[in-house]
């Protein structure tokens, strides 16, 4: 017999460093669950001990960031047998880690840039320009784009300070990206950031970017960026949702950069975005995720 949800708890804030933005994202998401007819309790999650409301039936995971998406939380949550939003703990940790993530998309033959982990090179061990970036962070913290040799050490340094880093080929050209929600890839996106770099400000300042649903691209491009994220999804063991990232170079085919296992639900937020342009709704999304938490429960473990 099909549980019935009644009661979501929705789990935002969190430990890490995106614990504003997963606030923004916890509220949007807690609005529209209420809109959709359910009974939803707000966590603010403070430290890794998480207390739950009583009745809960299903966990909305709106925790970017450590504790959200390394597959830390979805174990607890295993431990207690209580289904909840998203891919699993196994899928959330190998997604988390973009050196990890990488070794998966070249074994399976998907294209992304070519990388290096960092280690004390004094100098890119790939051509300029590179990007060097933390593996288990998100919300573009800690990502430098290299041009001139004399940026190097300072990004590294930077970057290093949220653990171990790779640096990938800086590939120019568009930047693109594919929603994923219940084994369906919605309408491409192209987001138009100042000075052609996505970073924090850009993604969280409302105006300073632009984006266009559905990307503005020959037919054949789109459904192979949609091909390439349910490729990517299927990959890395994903499922309920996910956002994947990608650079479409001029001549070229698109690359894919990496996946989001908990994507933000902010205002500005690209998944919410991509399911608009699909005709659904914010409330409708966020519904259909929940639903996806019960019957994905045996995914993640929960019997």
Request: proline share 6%; glycine share 10%.
């Amino acid at each position: 017999m099909e549980m019935v949800v009644k009661h979501v708890a929705v789990l935002k804030g969190g430990v890490s460093a995106e614990r504003d933005v997963s606030l923004r994202s916890g509220e949007a998401i807690a609005e529209g669950l209420c809109e959709a007819g359910y009974a939803v309790t707000e966590v603010d999650v403070t430290s890794t001990d998480v207390v739950l409301p009583e009745g809960t039936d299903v966990v909305f995971i709106a925790l970017h960031g450590d504790f959200g998406e390394d597959g830390e939380i979805q174990e607890i949550l295993d431990g207690i047998g209580l289904p909840y939003t998203g891919s699993g703990a196994d899928a959330s940790r190998a997604s988390y880690d973009k050196i990890t993530t990488k070794e998966r998309l070249v074994a399976a033959g998907i294209p992304t840039p070519g990388y290096r982990v960092v280690g004390d090179d004094t100098v890119s061990p790939l051509p300029l320009p590179v990007v060097v970036k933390p593996a288990c962070q998100g919300s573009t913290i800690g990502i430098h784009c290299v041009r001139e040799p004399e940026q190097w050490a300072a990004a590294c340094r930077d970057a290093k300070t949220h653990g171990r880093s790779l640096v990938e080929t800086y590939v120019p050209g568009r930047e693109l990206t594919v929603g994923v929600v219940k084994e369906m890839a919605l309408p491409v996106g192209e987001i138009i950031a100042p000075d052609q770099w996505y970073d924090y400000d850009a993604k969280y300042t409302s105006g300073t970017t632009q984006y266009i649903f559905p990307a503005e691209l020959d037919d054949d491009v789109a459904q192979r960026c949609r091909e390439l994220a349910l490729d990517t999804f299927h990959v890395m063991g994903c499922c309920g949702f996910a956002r994947v990232d990608f650079r479409l170079p001029p001549d070229g085919e698109p690359t894919v950069l990496e996946i989001n296992t908990i994507p933000g639900f902010t205002a500005t937020s690209l998944l919410p975005k991509g399911a608009a342009a699909a005709g659904i709704g914010f409330a409708e999304l966020c519904a259909m995720i929940v639903e996806s938490a019960v019957t994905n429960k045996d995914q993640h473990g929960v019997v």
